[in-house]
Each structure stands twice: as structure tokens, then as C-alpha cells.
């Protein structure tokens, strides 16, 4: 997995990620299964798809998720979900779309929209993405694409934009334009939704659930005492109706989830804080993977790019080099 975050103020967008990449391998445990025995003595496993487990078999550092996708106009991306297609990773192939786009652009003039880019590098996507499942024989609930947010400026924009691409589900959404600030995330988020909006996803649908069973108890014990109600009206005299009892039970409470976010002027955001947000909110969610039970899927180095009207930039970013010189006799 992976933690993505952007950030979008007035002056620029912020682009974090971490730097861990993952195998997962969808897996069934027999022994959460009824295991039957056959007469030769052998064992059979009668199983659903849905039994199959997606399990993290192996994780290593060092992976780069953000990468530049048009100098000109700026834009760049972070990416999330698949890690590789036709045996080529994001970062790779982002090069190549970067590269075919610069020379196009060469020979035209014409405005760009952070858009044009967005829906280009879909397209170029989505071919991939076609050929890699062309010949699998995965099934189609267990395949996966990447995800990314892509956002800059636009040639002509005075405020940076940031949008949400699925290269599954073929889909480009704007989440932050037009001098509208905010904050989005992707892939692994739990923690960071946690401090943002007070719950994540996970303890919404648990909740919901919870609520969702409650009211079918409660109109169900709704509709039986007024049942009752009513089938005592016609069947108790006049002067037995002050001891009949007619309290309805009290409807369960809907919990208020928006009041419980982090209230931050994202567009007021001065660029250093906006900087310093995105590189805790991916540190928190790496401390979350790093700390938790399990394979870290989140972690490694903090990687922070900013994306100004004038270029896009990675931040402290170490230099390649090389340190094993060799054994001294």
C-alpha cells in the first residue's frame, strides 16, 4: 500500500507520499475452512472467492512515487495501488508519458489545462493497463490499477488544481480548483482521515452498520406496539385503557460526522506549513503501519514535492551514491 496526500493552497500544491512498496497475494487459510475428508484420505477445501485473504508476502524501501508529468505547463502526480504494469513501474512509465508529451508540445502552442494532462495521462494509462490484464487469468474482482492525484498549473490558471485519477475505473475527478483550497488523500489513510475528519472510513461503516441494525429493531418494535396498541383498543373496555402502556421505544441517535473534522484554512496556508502538513500527515500514517501488527506497508524516507506556476520541485531529495569502496588489505 501507500499513503498519498496533496495539499492545494492559493500559491501552490503540495504532493506527499512515502516510499514502501508491497506484494500482495490474495491467499486462503484451510484452517478457517470446513476441510473434508475424502476416502482415499485425502483432504478437500470446498471455498468462495470471497474467502480469498489479500496478504502482504513482501515490502522493500526506496520506491519512488512522485515524478513530473509536463514542465510546461507544471504538473506532476503521486501514485498509489498497482506498483508495476507489463513489468514497467509507475515512475517508468511516467518518464515515458513525460517524454512523448514534450514532443508533442514541441510542435504546438496551443493553452494547457492541468485537465488536458490529467485525462492525456489516463488514456496513456488505461492502454497499459489493458494490455498487462489482456492474457491474465486473474479474475476480474481481484485485479487492480493504479491511482493517482495530479494537479499544477494550468497555462493560463492563477490558482493551482488537483485532481483524482482511477485507471481501473477509467475515471478523472476534480477535487480542488478555481482558487478552492483543501486537502485530499489516497491509498493507505487511515490515520491521516483519523486526525482530519475525527474517524476513517473503516469506523464509519462499522458505526453505520451499527445504526443501520438499530433501526430495523427499533421500527420492528415500533410496528409491534402499536400493534398492540391497537389490538387493545378493540379488545379492553373503556375503563381499562389508563392501564394500558403506550410508550414507544426512543429512536436511536444519528451521530453528526462533520462535526468532528479538523477545522484548517487550507487556501490561507503559508507555503512552509503547508509543507511541514503534508510531511507529518505521510509520517503519521507511516508511524501508523510502523507501529501496528503486521508487514509496514506505509514507510520508508517522506517525500514532499511542490508545485508552483513556475516548476515543479522534490524537496530534500537525497542524491544517488555510492559508498562500498571496497576491502582495505
Known sequence: ??????????EALVLGCDSIASITEHLLDPFRQD???NADGSMRIDFDMDDLVPTVTGAWGGVTKMFELSQSPPVAAVTAGLAKLNGLNMSSLASEFAATRH????????????EDVATSFLRFMRTRYEQHYADSPLPEQFRDGPEFLIGGF???????SLYRVSVQEDSCHL???????????????DAVERLLRGYDEEIRFKVDALYTGTMRIYKAEVIQAA????????????????????????PPVIFPWAAEKLEIRYADLPLQDAVDLVAFLVTLQSARAKFGSGVATVGGSTHVGVITKQRFEMLEEPQLKHTHTGFTS
Open 1 to 10: 500500500m501507500t499513503i498519498n496526500v496533496g495539499i492545494v493552497t492559493a
Open 154 to 160: 494550468g497555462t493560463a490558471d492563477a490558482f493551482p
Open 35 to 37: 476441510v473434508t475428508e
Open 103 to 114: 514532443a508533442q508540445q514541441a510542435t504546438h502552442s496551443a493553452p494547457v489545462t492541468v
Open 175 to 189: 477535487e480542488y480548483g478555481g482558487g478552492e483550497g483543501g486537502v485530499t488523500w489516497g491509498g493507505e489513510s
Open 227 to 250: 400493534t398492540q396498541l391497537l389490538n387493545s383498543f378493540s379488545a379492553q373496555p373503556g375503563d381499562a385503557m389508563e392501564s394500558l402502556q403506550t410508550r414507544l421505544p426512543k
